[in-house]
């Protein structure tokens, strides 16, 4: 009796962490289509029009990119966390409160940001307010999640794999990242006539979020899912650890001396010395695991990959010959677009469903179009925007609207997938309830 009660016991936890992953993937889709992604299309279309950055508000770049980058990623990420490690350490019911209440305070602080920014409604209140919220909700995810200890967990002479090393320097440098912003809107609150953070400020932020934050915790993950997903060989340890140190020294470079030359340069050394630990340039020893998944997944899965080469090297080109933000602005896309969102997208749909209750993907060819589109948008963004803001090709400013258009049409069908894939019963239940009346199970 005690052993079915205990198994019991542990279906219906799996079940509650099933729930609040999809509640967070579901809050993650919603910021990304409509703050998010649709929200930058309309700022593109009417900096397009005015063919001038300063034709849209700051406050409104800024909601935009708070929304993709925090209630979107952020989402995502702090829902598989609670679910994979809870699922590792089995924490009971414990674990699925604390996940709902995480989620509950980090959707208020995401919103509370988009809306403070968007509507200047008691923005200095609520730019504090957010900002707390979003805090909190991370320190529950991290004391939640720092206490797991899997089943067999290696003892202490064991040391942990290196993409759990990578995943948690990836944490810490998301908690200095909400500290970071923390004191940037309370400062903004107290002394600015606007809700805009300085762009000075916002421009080294952006920075601590992505290579201290971002870039890292993409890595590992892949130096977990890349050997199995694609057949390569296992990575390199020492490489990764290079990469990270060589990131880091790109954030400090930046926050600490404003060398952005050199900020640039170690970070084109971090993204080569990764791409090589991880095997990305080089042929799969086994067979990639496609099923379930496009045929075109080992090629998407690798070209991100190409996008953050491309960010590394306009980022050292813009301190060089930058005079209206559309060389940084190209750097930024190529790494946020082409290679954190694209590798969301590709990865997503290849784990998300299994996380959601052992589900399938709803259609392959949906999958293939939002990656294509995406990619193809990021590529006329990132082409035409230096020329246009710059001067240099007058024409590029029409073709800014299109590449908002594309990716918009590439996130949408991603985010029409990813609903219609947890609509759907789980597989075993689906094929279940289809199985011919009077047939026999096997």
């Given at each position: 009796?005690?052993?079915?009660?205990?198994?019991?016991?542990?279906?219906?936890?799996?079940?509650?962490?099933?729930?609040?992953?999809?509640?967070?993937?579901?809050?993650?889709?919603?910021?990304?289509?409509?703050?998010?992604?649709?929200?930058?299309?309309?700022?593109?279309?009417?900096?397009?029009?005015?063919?001038?950055?300063?034709?849209?508000?700051?406050?409104?770049?800024?909601?935009h990119?708070?929304?993709?980058?925090f209630?979107?990623?952020?989402?995502?990420?702090?829902?598989?966390?609670?679910?994979?490690?809870?699922?590792?350490?089995?924490?009971?019911?414990?674990?699925?409160r604390?996940?709902?209440?995480?989620?509950?305070?980090?959707?208020?602080?995401?919103?509370?940001?988009?809306?403070?920014?968007?509507?200047?409604?008691?923005?200095?209140?609520?730019?504090?307010?957010?900002?707390?919220?979003?805090l909190?909700?991370?320190?529950?995810?991290?004391?939640?999640?720092?206490?797991?200890?899997?089943?067999?967990?290696?003892?202490?002479?064991?040391?942990?794999?290196?993409?759990?090393?990578?995943?948690?320097?990836?944490?810490?440098?998301?908690?200095?990242?909400?500290?970071?912003?923390?004191?940037?809107?309370?400062?903004?609150?107290?002394?600015?006539?606007?809700?805009?953070?300085?762009?000075?400020?916002?421009?080294?932020?952006?920075?601590?979020?992505?290579?201290?934050?971002?870039?890292?915790?993409?890595?590992?993950?892949?130096?977990?899912?890349?050997?199995?997903?694609?057949?390569?060989?296992?990575?390199?340890?020492?490489?990764?650890?290079?990469?990270?140190?060589?990131?880091?020294?790109?954030?400090?470079?930046?926050?600490?001396?404003?060398?952005?030359l050199?900020?640039?340069?170690?970070?084109?050394?971090?993204?080569?010395?990764?791409?090589?630990?991880?095997?990305?340039?080089?042929?799969?020893?086994?067979?990639?695991?496609?099923?379930?998944?496009?045929?075109?997944?080992?090629?998407?899965?690798?070209?991100?990959?190409?996008?953050?080469?491309?960010?590394?090297?306009?980022?050292?080109?813009?301190?060089?010959?930058?005079?209206?933000?559309?060389?940084?602005?190209?750097?930024?896309?190529?790494?946020?677009?082409?290679?954190?969102?694209?590798?969301?997208?590709?990865?997503?749909?290849?784990?998300?469903?299994?996380?959601?209750?052992?589900?399938?993907?709803f259609?392959?060819?949906?999958?293939?179009?939002?990656?294509?589109?995406?990619?193809?948008?990021?590529?006329?963004?990132?082409?035409?925007?230096?020329?246009?803001?710059?001067?240099?090709?007058?024409a590029?400013?029409?073709?800014?609207?299109?590449?908002?258009?594309?990716?918009?049409s590439?996130?949408?069908?991603?985010?029409?997938?990813?609903?219609?894939?947890?609509a759907?019963?789980?597989?075993?239940?689906?094929?279940?309830?289809?199985?011919?009346?009077?047939?026999?199970?096997?």
């Amino acid at each position: 009796m005690r052993t079915g009660t205990t198994a019991d016991g542990t279906i219906e936890h799996e079940h509650a962490m099933q729930r609040v992953l999809k509640a967070w993937i579901i809050t993650g889709l919603l910021f990304m289509l409509l703050p998010g992604t649709f929200f930058g299309v309309w700022n593109l279309i009417g900096m397009s029009s005015g063919e001038t950055m300063m034709a849209i508000p700051p406050a409104w770049l800024q909601a935009h990119g708070h929304a993709q980058v925090f209630g979107w990623v952020g989402s995502f990420i702090l829902g598989i966390g609670f679910y994979s490690l809870n699922k590792m350490a089995g924490n009971a019911p414990a674990g699925a409160r604390a996940a709902w209440v995480s989620w509950a305070l980090w959707t208020l602080g995401v919103g509370l940001r988009w809306w403070a920014n968007i509507t200047l409604h008691t923005w200095r209140i609520a730019l504090p307010a957010s900002g707390l919220a979003e805090l909190t909700a991370f320190m529950i995810f991290f004391r939640t999640v720092s206490r797991h200890k899997p089943a067999g967990a290696a003892g202490p002479s064991q040391p942990r794999p290196i993409w759990m090393k990578l995943v948690l320097l990836a944490n810490l440098g998301f908690a200095a990242a909400l500290l970071d912003n923390l004191g940037l809107v309370m400062r903004t609150a107290l002394v600015s006539s606007t809700p805009a953070i300085a762009t000075p400020a916002d421009q080294l932020f952006l920075t601590l979020v992505l290579w201290s934050f971002l870039v890292p915790l993409i890595w590992g993950f892949n130096a977990r899912w890349m050997p199995v997903f694609l057949g390569l060989r296992e990575p390199s340890a020492r490489g990764l650890v290079a990469a990270w140190l060589m990131a880091l020294g790109a954030v400090l470079a930046a926050l600490l001396a404003g060398a952005w030359l050199l900020s640039g340069i170690l970070a084109m050394a971090a993204s080569v010395t990764a791409a090589l630990a991880l095997h990305i340039p080089r042929r799969s020893e086994r067979p990639p695991k496609t099923a379930g998944v496009h045929a075109s997944f080992p090629f998407f899965a690798r070209l991100p990959y190409a996008w953050l080469l491309v960010a590394s090297a306009l980022s050292i080109l813009a301190p060089l010959a930058d005079r209206a933000g559309g060389i940084w602005g190209a750097s930024r896309h190529a790494l946020t677009v082409g290679f954190v969102a694209a590798m969301v997208l590709v990865i997503g749909q290849r784990v998300l469903p299994a996380f959601c209750g052992m589900r399938v993907l709803f259609s392959q060819r949906l999958m293939f179009w939002s990656l294509a589109l995406l990619n193809l948008g990021c590529l006329l963004r990132v082409g035409s925007e230096p020329l246009a803001y710059e001067g240099i090709w007058h024409a590029g400013w029409s073709v800014l609207p299109v590449s908002g258009m594309l990716e918009l049409s590439g996130i949408v069908l991603f985010a029409a997938n990813m609903f219609l894939t947890l609509a759907r019963p789980p597989e075993h239940l689906r094929l279940h309830s289809i199985r011919p009346v009077g047939s026999r199970l096997s």
